[in-house]
């Protein structure tokens, strides 16, 4: 009685080594994922403009000797990091919620798209929001108003870990709506007993 052999592994086939090119299944959900990446990090702009915005400035005024905040209790640099920190928040949650309804499905490459898209998004957010916001040199800029001037200090983000709140608020959303309302495996058939 002949026994059943094994594949050839040299032959053609699935299980031949060094073949493992992606099916268009996995090839599809990586561009997916490449376009939510580049959607998400491109709306940072808007988080970069509406920070700018938002953000609380800090009052600085030169006299005599130094440039000193005008409010020595304010805490207007706090201020920027927390509206910094919601408002990405929010546009992490938005994010998903619109990943979510595009695809109708989670995966793996549309969350890891959504946290890359929304690290750059925030990168992008941040360092808009530097430039477009008061001039950075302080010292020349004091000099310019003059002595006794009120003038306001570069917005910037103290809190760097700021910048992963919207991968982390948009990956949250995502798997909740996913397990809420994303389709389900079926479940196998019971053995009648």
């Known amino acids: ?35 939510v990446a580049i959607g998400v990090a491109v709306s940072g702009v808007l988080l970069g ?58 995966g793996v490459a549309l969350v890891v798209g959504l946290a890359i898209g929304g690290v750059l998004a925030s990168v992008i957010a941040w360092r808009l929001g530097v430039w477009l916001g008061p001039e950075a040199g302080i010292e020349a800029h004091a000099k310019a108003v003059g002595k006794g001037v009120t003038f306001d200090a570069p917005l910037k983000l103290g809190a760097k870990g700021a910048l992963l709140a919207w991968s982390f608020a948009a990956m949250a959303v995502h798997l909740g709506l996913t397990s809420l309302f994303g389709p389900r495996d079926e479940e196998p058939a019971q053995p009648a007993g």
Request: hydrophobic content about 50%; glycine content about 12%; charged content about 15%.
């Open 1 to 35: 009685m002949p026994y059943p052999t094994a594949p050839d592994p040299s032959g053609p086939g699935p299980s031949a080594p060094g073949h493992s090119e992606p099916g268009p299944e996995l090839r599809a959900e990586l561009v997916q994922a490449a376009l």
């Open 49 to 106: 403009l509406v920070w700018l915005w938002l953000a609380p400035r800090i009052p600085l005024v030169w006299i005599g000797d130094g440039i000193y905040p005008k409010d020595a209790e304010g805490e207007q640099a706090m201020g920027a990091d927390g509206v910094f920190t919601l408002w990405a928040l929010a546009f992490g949650a938005v994010s998903a919620a619109l990943v979510f309804l595009f695809f109708r499905r989670g």
